[in-house]
């Protein structure tokens, strides 16, 4: 089972996420955008530039939109439905795509994996995963679409790669409240799954939420951060409390792992056993507390068990937001 993080200290319930009273994330965010005071505001005003909307006519169709990310959904008429009976009308569609891993950082989400694949512990490397929901009037449309929507995700992990596709659930979890991917079935699919002949991913889906495309990679080692300087108290596992995110970045490969695990209050691990051999990536680590930015970085190599210590220095918020685009090009 794969968990999804994306709540924050005011987060809510439903992908990179929401506020904890429940309410869904993708509701009016009313948050500074200039200077967040807090690492709860960042992501919120980073996931309200990254909404998209998209309306169309139920009745209409097939219409295909093309997202910024380069995705492209076609939807048949008749697709949605309210209460079981077809909407009459307009639907807006809202999505968030997280494609790269800037869009993961800023958004507060990872590619963590909590299990094991055939008895070994490992992590996801990822092709991105997106969130997509409905409203006709101002209302939420049923969840379980009347007809598939096609979608195209665009590949960037190599050819040869193997590749899974998941879906996410609110109802995964030791509570029945926590999201996770969980192994997808014939039902949720509406279809096969296949590579098109411009190797993008090509896929029938028949649930609005959470879809994600992963490769996923054996580990053997454990990595140990420890923070000096300035920082507030680390992020929880779900990120509904702590101001200061570690994460370690493969180089050239998409992964992004949020180390988490708490030793003390100055350290954190990653998953036990979780890193695989031979890999080169960046440890970073950034807080936004009480208005204080601080950032620490460093170029690691993975070949054991690793410790290190990261020195968090003040900074401004352009230098983090730089620091997180720059992932995109991390060759």
């Known amino acids: 089972m794969k968990e999804l993080i994306f709540y924050s200290a005011l987060f809510i319930t439903v992908f990179f996420v929401a506020c904890d009273d429940g309410e869904h994330f993708y509701g009016p965010v009313d948050v500074p955008d200039d200077s967040p005071r807090n690492t709860n505001e960042y992501f919120l005003a980073n996931r309200g530039h990254m909404k998209q909307l998209f309306t169309v006519d139920n009745t209409d169709g097939p219409v295909t939109v093309t997202t910024d990310g380069g ?3 076609t939807i048949q008429p008749h697709t949605f439905t309210l209460d079981g009976e077809p909407v009459d009308g307009n639907v807006e569609i809202e999505l968030y795509e997280m494609l790269t891993l800037s869009s993961m ?5 990872n590619t963590n994996y909590t299990g094991s694949w055939y008895g070994q512990p490992g ?3 990822t092709d991105g995963f997106f969130h997509i929901s409905a409203t006709a009037d101002g209302k939420e449309v049923d969840g379980r679409l009347a007809q598939p929507l096609r979608v195209t995700m665009p590949r960037r992990l190599s050819e040869s790669d193997w590749t899974l596709l998941w879906p996410a659930t609110e109802e995964a979890g030791d509570n029945g409240d926590l999201f996770a991917w969980e192994d997808p079935s014939n039902d949720w699919w509406g279809g096969e799954a296949w590579i098109n002949e411009d190797y993008d991913f090509e896929f029938d889906l028949g649930n609005l939420g959470w879809c994600n495309c992963d490769l996923f990679q054996y580990g053997q080692h454990t990595i140990t951060v420890t923070l000096t300087g300035d920082f507030g108290p ?3 596992y779900l990120a509904t409390e702590g101001e200061t995110y570690v994460f ?10 949020q180390l988490y695990t708490v030793v003390d209050s100055s350290t954190v691990q990653s998953y036990e056993h979780a890193m695989p051999d031979g890999i080169a990536g960046r440890l970073f680590a950034f807080s936004i507390k009480d ?11 993975v070949d054991g068990d690793l410790f290190e210590t990261l020195e968090m220095e003040k900074v401004d918020k352009k230098y983090i937001d730089e620091r997180i685009a720059s992932l995109d090009n991390y060759k």
């Open 71 to 73: 995705m492209t959904i």
């Open 105 to 109: 950082v800023l958004t507060g989400t």
């Open 123 to 125: 992590y996801f490397a």
């Open 234 to 236: 680390f992020a929880n």
């Open 248 to 257: 370690f970045a493969a180089k050239g490969c998409p992964v992004l792992a």
């Open 291 to 301: 208005g204080v930015y601080t950032y620490a970085e460093k170029e690691v190599a």
